[in-house]
């Protein structure tokens, strides 16, 4: 036969999903996920078995952590020396366990995640509170397999007489499973233990007002009662650990903030550091000094705060942006019959009282066959004690032990196993003294296998032995709660006065779209000349904003988009230098472009929204505060058709008027409540009625009848009419003239639309970019006062195809 015959055709699929299968239940079961009876992963309990197998328990001297990791690994735990020694190491780690279950000696670690000698510098032993985990073992109160070579024997579950699942906690990952079950409060378990032996019928909410959520032993106080009844009910829930914090004075009028508990699981020296860190790169203004001052007397770390820092704001950034507060996730997956299982606070301990009544029976039953067998002896004793010379007759008679133990058997009906004994029996116990104490320990046998024969007999008594021993427990090993429980959740706000210096800037937006922020004093030293602001070539400024760094900056785009930049994230430039691009800060798309910014000191102020007009004379009036978001990108403004764009947006308070200017000379004024508030991404309505080819190029607010409006034609024609020539419309409508264009052959144009309007009340210089590149600048005085329809006088002198592109207005 060939080589080839000897092979047999697999499908992958087959053999994959067979070995991971094979691979996943050996995990689950044999490696990340605790028994729900003893709360130990497999190489916690063989390393708890090992040490007590070996004699290393608490009342001898500490033994090298080497040897106990050989034993584990030689006998029960061929996986690797380091992690059996991890597990060792997380056992013999305060921070980490209700308590202790490994009495290390040495350096074991510490809060600052460093790590543990080498198993052959620490030495260890077991903590007596291991030792109850163990009582009894050898009372055949548990099950033992077979090692992982057949030569020796492992126990399956540790007899664990207190609840250790839910007292230590447990966190693993394993195959399609992950658990993490926090640490409890011993006294609070145990009390929740007897309360359901006596009622198995308790609600949750009764075991919840034993034990009252988590205790973990760094301390820290616990958030969210609603997580923890979930978690209980489900086996799933959420809660918020934050440290323990205080604020105390010291001298100079200064102020620091103490932490002196910090969550579970967080490393102290990383979260010195993420402190450290936002005082380095300046995140917010008032932290002098980060310390940690930790030492024999406990965990302690100061924030050094700098004269009048306000504290609690600072307090409330630390604990949102650094792990002084984090989220715990319960999910409490435990071995159930050799099934990972989800599990509840109340079927957690009944997992447990179940594993107890079987430990206690087996224990019980173990202890009545050794008191039989002694009762059974003892009565053998006595009973021969009574015919004491015919019984040495009977020995002396015999030729051997042998013959002697028949004779015994056979002449005074005594079993083999009295015989043996009375054979066995020492000279010394002929004595009366003797004779009464063999009475004595027959009757006291007696009274043990009534005890134990009433705790098999009775379900009652059996739960009662148990109810006795973990209270014993309780008393011996139970210690106060060490976190605190706050039944709400504290909403972390961080105002922006902790994060940010408030400073009054300039905030410039040129036309090819370069920004910057830049401070007074910049300005002032630059000559404090607006138009010596740093710009590229050709490039030039379209607003000027004179904003706090405190403020925001609504962005609006010509598509309907809009996006919010706050005024200190802006980078800051001297008043000389250019800035920098825009979409290196926020993502405008290439084919959108900004038409307008808008600076936001507070979103709920009551009575203002935002009035948007697009060219093709739609308008909208949407609340202010819809438009407060903390998202970076860009958000629907207002809903734009496919042949418009928006042309601005106004603060508006509801009672001013809109005069609407268009490109063809028409203008509408009709009073802004007319525009009912919308939602954010509404359409709007029609503001005015356009000829086809017609748009708006201007909207200005009207208070009154005071004041003029200028119009501004392509070729730099102007002139001012009077506000009260424009009446009172309503929205809609197709408005009336505002500028009379010029035409004929013979006639010099005056126009062919209108570029720009604004309403004047006082005397201000307008700059006009032509299309040449070149500037041009006027007051408004130049232009003279004249009739609602009529052509108006030059006062921009433009070359020859030169035409008015945009007017700028800067206050």
């Not at 000698?117 to 007596?128: G, I, K, N, P, V």
């Not at 399956?156 to 409060?185: D, K, Q, W």
């Not at 926020?586 to 102020?605: Q, S, T, Y």
Request: charge should be neutral; hydrophobic fraction near 40%.
């Amino acid at each position: 036969m060939s080589i080839l015959e000897n092979f047999l055709p697999a499908f992958l699929e087959e053999v994959v999903g067979d070995r991971f299968g094979r691979y996943s239940k050996y995990i689950i079961q044999d490696r990340a996920i605790p028994d729900v009876r003893d709360g130990l992963k497999p190489v916690q309990r063989r390393i708890l078995y090992a040490m007590y197998d070996a004699g290393n328990t608490p009342d001898k001297p500490y033994r090298k952590s080497a040897k106990t990791v050989g034993d584990v690994m030689g006998n029960y735990h061929p996986h690797g020396d380091s992690s059996i020694y991890e597990g060792m190491v997380r056992m013999a780690q305060p921070w980490k366990m209700g308590h202790v279950l490994v009495d290390g000696h040495g350096n074991w670690g510490s809060l600052d995640d460093d790590p543990a000698a080498a198993m052959r510098y620490t030495e260890a032993r077991l903590s007596e509170i291991a030792m109850e985990l163990l009582r009894d073992i050898e009372k055949r109160t548990v099950q033992f397999k077979d090692n992982f070579d057949n030569t020796t024997k492992e126990p399956v579950v540790l007899p664990s007489r207190y609840p250790n699942l839910l007292v230590n906690g447990v966190s693993g990952i394993s195959s399609g499973f992950a658990t993490e079950i926090p640490t409890h409060n011993l006294r609070e378990v145990i009390d929740a233990c007897i309360a359901l032996i006596d009622r198995p019928d308790l609600t949750l909410d009764e075991l919840m007002g034993i034990v009252k959520g988590p205790d973990f032993p760094t301390g820290g106080i616990i958030m969210g009662s609603e997580g923890i009844r979930e978690a209980y009910r489900t086996g799933k829930g959420r809660i918020y650990v934050r440290a323990l914090t205080s604020i105390e004075e010291v001298r100079g009028g200064r102020q620091q903030i103490v932490i002196t508990e910090i969550p579970y699981q967080v490393v102290k020296s990383r979260l010195v550091t993420a402190m450290e860190n936002i005082r380095l790169e300046k995140k917010i203004e008032g932290i002098a000094e980060v310390r940690d001052e930790s030492g024999r007397e406990g965990l302690r770390i100061v924030v050094d705060l700098k004269k009048d820092a306000d504290a609690q704001g600072i307090l409330a950034y630390l604990l949102k942006k650094t792990d002084l507060q984090v989220t715990y996730n319960f999910n409490m997956v435990a071995i159930v019959n050799k099934t990972p299982k989800q599990l509840g606070l109340k079927e957690m301990l009944e997992a447990y009282i179940e594993h107890q009544k079987e430990v206690v029976t087996h224990r019980s039953q173990f202890e009545l066959e050794k008191a039989s067998d002694r009762a059974h002896v003892l009565e053998g004793l006595v009973k021969a004690l009574n015919i004491l010379d015919e019984v040495i007759a009977a020995i002396k008679a015999s030729k051997n032990r042998q013959d002697a133990q028949n004779n015994l058997v056979e002449k005074f009906g005594f079993t083999e196993r009295q015989a043996d004994a009375i054979l066995t029996l020492q000279l010394y116990r002929l004595t009366n003294l003797e004779i009464h104490s063999l009475e004595k320990e027959l009757a006291d046998v007696q009274k043990t296998i009534e005890y134990l024969q009433g705790i098999l007999g009775s379900e009652k008594k059996l739960l009662g032995v148990i109810k006795k021993e973990i209270s014993q427990i309780r008393d011996k090993y139970g210690i106060d709660r060490r976190s605190k429980i706050q039944d709400e959740v504290e909403e972390l706000k961080v105002n922006l006065e902790v994060m940010v210096t408030a400073e009054d800037v300039f905030v410039t937006l040129s036309n090819e779209g370069y920004i910057k922020r830049t401070g007074k004093l910049s300005f002032i030293r630059s000559g404090g000349e607006i138009d010596k602001t740093g710009l590229k070539e050709g490039d030039y400024l379209r607003s000027l904003l004179d904003v706090n760094t405190l403020e925001n900056l609504l962005i609006f785009t010509q598509k309907g988009q809009y996006f919010l930049l706050p005024v200190h994230q802006i980078p800051e430039f001297k008043w000389k230098e250019n800035g920098t691009a825009i979409v290196n800060i926020i993502p405008i798309p290439k084919d959108d472009r900004i038409v307008h910014v808008l600076p936001v000191k507070d979103f709920e102020e009551a009575g203002k929204s935002l009035l948007f007009i697009t060219r093709r004379g739609q308008v909208k009036r949407t609340e202010l505060k819809e438009y407060a978001t903390n998202r970076s990108t860009g958000i629907v403004a207002c809903k734009i058709g496919e042949q418009d764009a928006l042309l601005d947006v106004k603060l508006s308070t509801g009672s001013k008027e809109l005069l609407l200017v268009t490109r063809l000379g028409m203008a509408i004024r009709f009073n802004e409540d007319e525009v009912n508030p919308m939602g954010r991404a509404a359409a709007g309505v029609r503001g005015i009625q356009l000829k086809e080819d017609d748009e708006v190029v201007s909207a200005e607010w009207l208070d009154g009848d005071e004041g003029e409006v200028l119009v501004v034609s392509d070729l730099g024609y102007a002139k001012r009419s009077l506000v009260v020539d424009y009446p009172v419309q309503g929205r809609g409508g197709k408005g009336v003239f505002t500028f009379e264009f010029k035409e004929g052959k013979r006639v010099k144009p005056n126009g062919t639309g209108i570029r720009g309007a604004f309403v004047v009340k006082e005397p201000f210089d307008i700059t006009a970019v032509l299309s040449s590149g070149d500037r041009a600048e006027f007051s408004t005085e130049q232009a003279p006062i004249e009739e609602r329809k009529s052509t108006g006088k030059q006062i921009i002198p433009l070359g020859k195809n030169d035409t008015v592109n945009v007017l700028l207005k800067f206050t």
